[in-house]
């Protein structure tokens, strides 16, 4: 029985004495919270990221500021000008799905893997933030690489150099692969989530948060 001078929830024993939280329980939570926080450890990968799509960027400028310089030699200039025309363009073009890569890497990876945007931020970012998840955002990455691939082989088909027959068989092997393990996914998507064409017309979905 309890003497009727000590309450139930006094934090003292019969002895008088402060019970002491176990050290083992402290550790454990110190652990966790350690491991908890390496997730932060993607900051500085996400920063070399930024670096490198931001190089990038300033030589998508330089080649644009180069075309525009050429212009009119472009313009007015033979067939084999048109033809370097379409080349300088489509370098262009697989620059630029290059940094679409970058930018759905870090922002998709932040939002999945560190923490998620505020609310206005979200609100302000594209659509498909909004509704992310691990595998969508492979879905996403396979087909931006299927797209990269296929821009590839488009250069090769159109360089002014002859392209040796063992490097196109080989960039048209890549892009079966990419196109071959993004349908994968795809597929595994969708029978993990059957109603996801349901939720996103409707537009709620189910838990993103994986």
Not at 79 to 87: F, G, N
Not at 88 to 108: E, H
Not at 172 to 191: C, D
Request: charged letters at 20%.
């Amino acid at each position: 029985m309890t003497p009727p001078n000590q309450n139930k929830d006094d934090p003292k024993d019969t002895s008088g004495k402060p019970n002491k939280p176990e050290p083992c329980i402290d550790k454990h939570r110190l652990l966790d919270r350690l491991v908890f926080e390496t997730r932060w450890a993607l900051y500085p990968m996400n920063a070399g990221l930024m670096i490198a799509l931001t190089i990038y960027l300033l030589k998508f400028l330089y080649q644009v500021g180069a075309l525009v310089m050429h212009a009119p030699d472009l313009i007015t200039g033979s067939a084999e000008h048109s033809h370097e025309l379409l080349v300088i363009i489509v370098d262009l073009l697989d620059q630029a799905m290059i940094c679409s890569l970058l930018i759905m890497t870090i922002v998709g990876g932040h939002q999945i893997y560190v923490r998620r945007f505020q609310d206005r931020l979200a609100a302000e970012g594209p659509y498909w933030l909004r509704r992310v998840d691990t595998i969508v955002l492979k879905v996403k990455l396979g087909l931006a690489f299927t797209g990269v691939s296929s821009v590839v082989i488009l250069k090769d088909c159109i360089s002014l150099n002859v392209v040796p027959k063992e490097v196109w068989i080989t960039h048209v092997v890549i892009h079966a692969v990419f196109l071959g393990t993004t349908l994968v996914t795809a597929i595994v998507w969708r029978i993990m989530h059957p109603n996801g064409a349901t939720d996103h017309s409707t537009g709620t979905t189910g838990n993103t948060s994986n």
